[in-house]
């Protein structure tokens, strides 16, 4: 991993859950990071957890970035040209899921998860790309989809079809993505990794009742660490590798 010690990183969604699981590890290993959140709460949230960390080789540096809002987006990205010549590694991992069906759900629900979890990263990864080509630089974009990516959950019933849409797109993106970085023949990695049920928040935040703490003690899943150990697997694999998706479960999982 000696490549990417002192290299930029984003995260996106970097305060809770997965994000601040691969923030931490990417600062472990020598990286800049720098950490993109929407409001000024959890950036602080994340200058408070840095301090935890104790004795690293990296530095984290917290960002407000709503993702979803283009003044925010070129504000951080002209700051980090400026101060480091741009980015080496783009982890888009925000996302939102909102509770309700596309053909009755709230058009305001709707509209905020694709304003997050589509257009957020295709414009984040458009200004990403822009300065790992001005930079000359072997980039990396990892994207953090889903097993709803891919498949559908066997839900009892309909719940988030929004948030599967979203990250459905995202699988087709990502094959787009590496097409045009073969087409103009950029130096820039491109990788889907889509876990299966992981214990995070954003089950309870998007309604979904029965993914509660009973569901989780008792069957199989993964954790945030695992995530992001694929996410470095991913990383340290040798320049002239293409990983073009990772899907995974936690051993015995029954979705």
Request: proline share 4%.
């Amino acid at each position: 991993m000696d490549f990417w010690k002192n290299k930029v990183a984003i995260v996106t969604g970097a305060c809770h859950g997965i994000g601040a699981q691969i923030t931490e590890d990417l600062v472990r290993i020598g990286m800049i990071v720098i950490g993109f959140e929407p409001t000024n709460e959890r950036v602080n949230q994340m200058f408070d957890k840095f301090e935890s960390w104790g004795k690293v080789e990296g530095q984290l540096i917290p960002c407000k970035c709503d993702v979803s809002k283009d003044d925010d987006l070129k504000h951080a990205f002209e700051g980090i040209v400026a101060a480091y010549g741009g980015v080496d590694v783009l982890i888009n991992n925000a996302a939102i899921g909102k509770e309700g069906l596309i053909s009755t759900g709230n058009i305001e629900d709707l509209k905020e998860v694709v304003d997050v979890n589509i257009y957020g990263l295709i414009a984040c990864t458009k200004l990403a790309v822009e300065s790992m080509t001005k930079k000359d630089i072997p980039g990396q974009i990892i994207n953090i989809n889903s097993i709803c990516g891919h498949y559908m959950p066997p839900f009892a019933e309909p719940k988030i079809n929004m948030y599967i849409a979203s990250k459905r797109t995202m699988t087709i993106l990502n094959t787009l993505l590496k097409n045009e970085f073969k087409h103009l023949n950029r130096k820039i990695k491109v990788t889907s990794v889509s876990p299966g049920i992981v214990r995070t928040g954003i089950f309870k935040t998007a309604g979904i009742e029965f993914l509660n703490e009973e569901f989780f003690n008792r069957n199989p899943h993964l954790t945030t660490k695992d995530v992001s150990n694929v996410v470095l697997m991913i990383l340290s694999a040798p320049r002239s590798i293409q990983v073009n998706e990772v899907i995974f479960h936690a051993l015995h999982e029954i979705y």
